[in-house]
């Protein structure tokens, strides 16, 4: 059973970092994407990032310049490291993981708070 599982949330000041990962366990081949998504209270699920196995990387515009996310093939494992961070990247932050023809897997979800 495919399991992904998140660490690296947290309390920020703005303008900190923080970097996420989420490593995919007990799968038997490599995830064709990996990427992020984040729901703030009361509002909808958001695309963040994404990664093809290949390394090809896609941002929200409202990340791009502050957020890379990169992913360690061997290990199965994705990051994302936020930097510059604001107020409105306060979020549960969702790891997922498609590969092949299955249904998506998602992560638990880690918190992001960003405040002063």
């Known amino acids: 059973q495919v399991q992904l599982v998140e660490s690296g949330g947290g309390l920020v000041q703005p303008g900190g970092s923080l970097r996420l990962s989420c490593a995919a366990r007990?799968?038997?081949?490599?995830?064709?994407?990996m990427g992020w998504y984040r729901q703030a209270p009361g509002k909808e699920r958001e695309f963040v990032a994404s990664?093809?196995?290949?390394?090809?990387?896609a941002y929200a515009d409202s990340v791009k310049g502050r957020f890379t996310m990169s992913r360690d093939n061997g290990k199965n494992t994705a990051y994302l490291q936020m930097s510059s961070l604001k107020p409105e990247d306060t979020a549960v932050y969702y790891c997922?993981?498609?590969?092949?023809?299955?249904?998506?897997?998602w992560g638990q979800g880690t918190q992001v708070t960003v405040s002063s």
């Open positions: 997922y993981a498609d590969i092949g023809v299955y249904p998506r897997n």
């Open positions: 007990g799968i038997i081949s490599r995830p064709n994407y």
């Open positions: 990664a093809t196995s290949g390394g090809t990387t």
